[in-house]
C-alpha cells in the first residue's frame, strides 16, 4: 500500500462505477444507525477491501479473533430486582481522572486511510465524548498536530523500535506535547500474519493488483478524499536522518524483538507521566510490571492481530485482577462491541476497556459524526445495561452479577 500511490492516482483518474456512485457518496445518517455492526456494515461498503480488511481482520485463522467476541458472549448476567435505578451514573475515573464512562479510544495503525486525517478527527471524537483517545506509533497525523488539534484526554502508544534513538524521541516528543500517559505495547517482537493483508493486496507494500485497482473504483468518495494523501507513518518518518531509506526501516527493522523488563525499567525512568503495559495476559506479568512501576495493565492479545490461539483479555481478567488486588489501574483490550461487554469487564475487576474496531467502523462510516455515533451506541448501552441489572453506578457492577453460561 505504501508504494501504491502512483497505482492510486491512476485510478482516481478513471470513471467510477455510476451504480456504486450513489451509495458511496450518499451523507452519513447517524440516526438510522441501530449498533456497532451497523457502522461496520456502512465501513465495509465505503472502505476498499484492503482498507476494510486491514482494520477487520485478525492473524492466521483468525481463531483469537473470534475468541474475543465469544469470552462475552460466554458471561451471562444475574441482575438484581426491585432496585431503584431512576436515577443512574455511567461516569468512571480512569487513571484517577474522571471520563464521561469507562471508554478509552484505543490506537489504531494507519487511520488516515479510513478517512482523512484520521488520528486527528479521532481524537476530537473522543474529545467530545469526554473520553482519553490513545494516539498509535504508526499514526497517519504527527503526535503534535493531534495534541494540538484536540481538547480532550490523550496518551500516546509506543512501540519500541529496534532503533531505540528513534523510540525515546518519540516519548520526550509525546511529553512535551502534553500526553498524559504512555502505553508501551509489548506483544509485537515480530508482526503477526495477517493473511487478509496479503491476500487483499495491503501486504507486501508494493503495487496494487488491478482486483484491487477496481475494487477500489467503487469507492469514488474514498477516491476523492483519502487516496489523495499518501500513506506515511509521519512520526518515525520525522527522526530518520537524511540518506535513510525509509521503505527498507520499515521492513526490516520496526519492532525490536530484543524488548525485554530491564528496557520496560528504563523506559519507566524516562517517562515521568501515568505509564501503562500492554499486551499482558498473565497474571504473573503484570504482578511484575506493576512491581516496576507500571500505573496500568491493559489486557490484551492485539486484537487477535498477533498469537493466534492466545486467550482473550477476559478470560484472564479475573485472575489478572485477584494478583493485582488493586494495585493498578486494569484495562480490557479486545473485542468489545456492546455496552453489555462493558459492563461485564468492569464488574469482573477492569477499571475500563479499550474501545478499537468499534470507533474505527463509525470513523469509516462517517468520520468524526460516525465516530461519536460508535460511543454514543456504547454509552446509551451501557446506561441501559446498568437499569436492566439493578444498577446505578459502576460501582454497583460487581462480580456477582456475572456467571458463565
Not at 458471561?75 to 438484581?80: D, T
Not at 500516546?156 to 502505553?183: M, N
Not at 525512568?269 to 497474571?283: E, I, M, Q, Y
Request: net charge positive.
Amino acid at each position: 500500500m505504501l508504494g501504491a500511490r502512483r497505482d492510486l492516482r491512476e485510478v482516481h483518474r478513471t470513471v467510477f462505477f455510476a451504480d456504486e456512485v450513489g451509495l458511496q457518496t450518499m451523507s452519513f445518517s447517524p440516526d438510522k444507525v441501530l449498533n456497532i455492526e451497523d457502522l461496520r456494515t456502512i465501513a465495509r461498503r465505503r472502505l476498499p477491501r484492503f482498507v476494510f480488511d486491514y482494520v477487520d481482520g485478525g492473524a492466521d485463522d483468525e481463531v483469537t479473533l473470534q475468541r474475543n467476541r465469544r469470552a462475552f458472549e460466554r458471561l451471562c448476567f444475574r441482575p438484581r430486582t426491585l432496585v431503584d435505578v431512576s436515577r443512574r451514573s455511567v461516569a468512571a475515573s480512569i487513571l484517577g481522572l474522571p471520563a464521561s464512562m469507562p471508554v478509552i479510544v484505543g490506537p489504531v495503525g494507519l487511520l488516515g486511510l479510513c478517512w482523512r486525517d484520521g488520528d486527528l478527527v479521532m481524537a476530537r471524537a473522543a474529545a467530545e465524548g469526554g473520553v482519553p483517545c490513545a494516539i498509535s506509533t504508526v499514526s497517519m497525523n504527527y503526535l503534535e498536530q493531534v495534541a494540538g488539534g484536540s481538547t480532550g484526554r490523550k496518551w500516546f502508544q509506543c512501540y519500541v523500535l529496534q532503533d531505540r534513538k528513534i523510540t525515546e524521541a518519540l516519548i520526550r516528543r509525546a511529553a512535551t506535547a502534553g500526553y498524559e500517559a504512555l502505553i508501551i505495547t509489548s506483544d509485537v517482537p515480530v508482526g503477526g500474519n495477517r493473511e487478509r493483508d496479503l491476500r487483499s493486496g495491503l501486504r507486501p507494500a508494493t503495487k496494487l493488483s488491478w482486483r484491487a485497482k477496481l475494487d477500489t473504483l467503487r469507492r469514488p468518495h474514498w477516491l476523492a478524499t483519502v487516496a489523495t494523501r499518501r500513506p506515511s507513518f509521519v512520526n518515525i518518518d520525522r527522526e530518520l536522518g537524511p540518506g535513510r531509506r525509509r521503505s527498507e526501516y520499515m521492513a526490516t527493522r520496526l519492532f525490536d524483538s530484543a524488548l525485554d523488563w530491564e528496557d520496560f525499567r528504563r523506559l519507566r525512568d524516562l517517562w515521568k507521566g501515568k505509564l501503562l503495559l500492554k499486551g499482558v495476559l498473565r497474571p504473573d506479568d503484570a504482578a511484575r510490571a506493576v512491581e516496576l512501576g507500571a500505573d496500568g495493565i491493559v489486557l490484551s492479545n492485539h486484537g487477535g492481530r498477533q498469537l493466534d490461539g492466545a486467550i482473550s483479555a477476559m478470560q484472564a481478567l479475573p485472575q489478572v485482577a485477584r494478583e493485582i488486588g488493586g494495585r493498578a489501574s486494569l484495562i480490557v483490550d479486545g473485542g468489545v462491541r456492546r455496552g453489555t461487554d462493558i459492563a461485564k469487564a468492569i464488574a469482573l475487576g477492569a477499571e475500563a476497556v479499550i474501545v478499537g474496531r468499534a470507533v474505527n467502523y463509525g470513523l469509516a462510516a462517517g468520520g468524526i459524526r460516525g465516530a461519536k455515533k460508535a460511543l454514543d451506541i456504547l454509552r446509551e448501552e451501557l446506561d441501559r445495561t446498568l437499569a436492566l441489572t439493578g444498577s446505578r453506578t459502576l460501582e454497583e457492577l460487581t462480580p456477582d452479577l456475572i456467571t458463565p453460561e
